[in-house]
């Protein structure tokens, strides 16, 4: 038969197959069956680049010492009428590393073997193997190659291998495969797509071992995830000496999280205490705890603005990391319901002490404001007539509180266009009320 007419057995864009046609001077022989469908017979040859490193004197594929041929039938192509058949020359004591070989080279199975005589006489027992259409003949020789290699870590070099080789290693019994690509799987980051194929492999596989490995996306407490989130949220923003980059960090982390219910949890209650704390300083700076002069009341303010500024800063990223992961509504619930806390702001923004001391607080807080009511009245945060409503009489007045920084302070340039943008704002989410809210805004105005 002409080359013409024959027909590829493998999928070139598969690497392991791929390297096996490029590298071996493999006898390719066209055989056709008893019925209708044709065959190809693919030999891997003595001098394969995939040797691996031999656990013995023994070498993966090697026809002149092996006792074992072991035959792969797979599909060729989308015609079911053609199929390829993968040889591979092995040996017995290697084999029954696995338990499933161990029983089909077991005496008492003798009586049903294939046996051809091999170049030095010796007797080979022959093994027919069907590769499900979900797998590839190269996860197979993968795994053989495992069996001869002392160290598995050698061949495993990514996840998708290791995802490959762990069927078959279940399949085979092979245990030794099972722990080391369930250890490597452990070992190494995951894409979402890499993820999703965790799960999709792993846990029909029902093995004993990687219970630790799916722990990773199903967590057996989902109280010890919220805890381990929150202690990341917790030092990012207040131990870690390099901020910003920790900062980055945890927001992608979050960001990556599979469970966003997890991820809502945890920073409500982040923004909670923070916000219980930033309404602790602003009261106290109103009622300093301290009999005394009262330079030593104004420096012990000082500090109390120092730690509320502290504090709104803290206050700013959190909502803009809720506001980017969308988990920011209850966050907004919450904001609408602090008419103390802003009275307490108006009352130290009429003060002169934060324009020398803290200038940037305003823009600050006005900053949260602003972040959480933009979402509102663009829609993306979905709030009722009452939190719109609550949002509008809380933080209006300290808006119409505002007060010039002076000249010199940074705050200065930024603090005019961050009003105007906010007053805009309000206006939107007024225009959502009803008209006679809207009538006494506006006289209000």
């Not at 031999?54 to 002149?64: I, K």
């Not at 190659?145 to 990514?158: E, F, G, R, V």
Request: glycine share 4%; proline share 5%; charged share 20%.
């Amino acid at each position: 038969m002409s080359s013409g007419n024959k027909k590829s057995c493998f999928n070139n864009s598969c690497g392991f197959t791929k390297l096996i046609l490029q590298n071996t001077p493999f006898p390719v022989s066209q055989h056709t069956s008893s019925g209708s469908k044709s065959a190809e017979y693919v030999d891997l040859g003595k001098d394969s680049e995939l040797k691996s490193e031999p656990n013995s004197c023994l070498a993966f594929n090697d026809p002149a010492f092996a006792d074992v041929v072991l035959s792969f039938h797979s599909s060729a192509s989308s015609d079911t009428n053609i199929y390829a058949i993968t040889r591979v020359f092995l040996h017995s004591y290697i084999l029954e590393q696995c338990k499933y070989f161990a029983a089909v080279l077991s005496e008492r199975w003798r009586d049903s073997r294939q046996f051809s005589e091999g170049p030095n006489h010796q007797k080979r027992i022959h093994i027919d193997m069907t590769v499900p259409a979900s797998r590839t003949i190269d996860a197979y020789l993968l795994v053989l190659q495992l069996l001869y290699a002392k160290d598995h870590k050698i061949l495993l070099k990514d996840v998708s291998e290791a995802l490959s080789a762990l069927p078959v290693a279940a399949e085979w019994l092979y245990d030794d495969c099972i722990t080391a690509c369930v250890q490597y799987l452990g070992a190494v980051p995951w894409t979402g797509e890499e993820e999703k194929k965790v799960m999709d492999i792993v846990p029909p596989l029902q093995l004993q071992g990687p219970q630790e490995l799916l722990s990773r996306v199903k967590p057996n407490s989902v109280t010890a995830v919220k805890d381990m989130l929150s202690e990341l949220v917790h030092a990012a923003i207040h131990f870690h000496p390099n901020g910003a980059n920790v900062k980055t960090f945890v927001a992608n982390l979050l960001k990556n999280h599979p469970s966003r219910s997890v991820v809502k949890l945890v920073l409500d209650d982040t923004f909670t205490k923070s916000l219980d704390t930033l309404k602790d300083s602003a009261e106290e700076y109103l009622k300093p705890n301290m009999n005394g002069q009262q330079t030593q009341i104004e420096d012990l303010q000082k500090v109390t603005l120092h730690t509320t500024l502290v504090n709104s800063k803290r206050l700013l990223w959190l909502l803009e990391t809720m506001i980017e992961l969308g988990v920011a509504d209850d966050a907004v619930t919450e904001w609408s319901e602090q008419a103390d806390l802003s009275a307490n702001l108006l009352r130290i923004f009429n003060d002169d002490v934060w324009l020398t001391c803290v200038p940037s607080l305003q823009v600050l807080l006005l900053g949260c404001t602003f972040n959480l009511a933009s979402e509102v009245a663009a829609g993306f945060i979905t709030a009722s007539y009452q939190v719109r409503k609550r949002l509008a009489e809380c933080w209006l007045p300290v808006l119409d509180g505002f007060r010039e920084p002076p000249s010199q302070t940074v705050p200065s340039a930024k603090l005019h266009p961050l009003r105007q943008r906010l007053e805009n704002v309000f206006l939107l989410i007024i225009s959502t009320l009803l008209m006679k809210m809207l009538r006494y805004y506006c006289r209000s105005a």
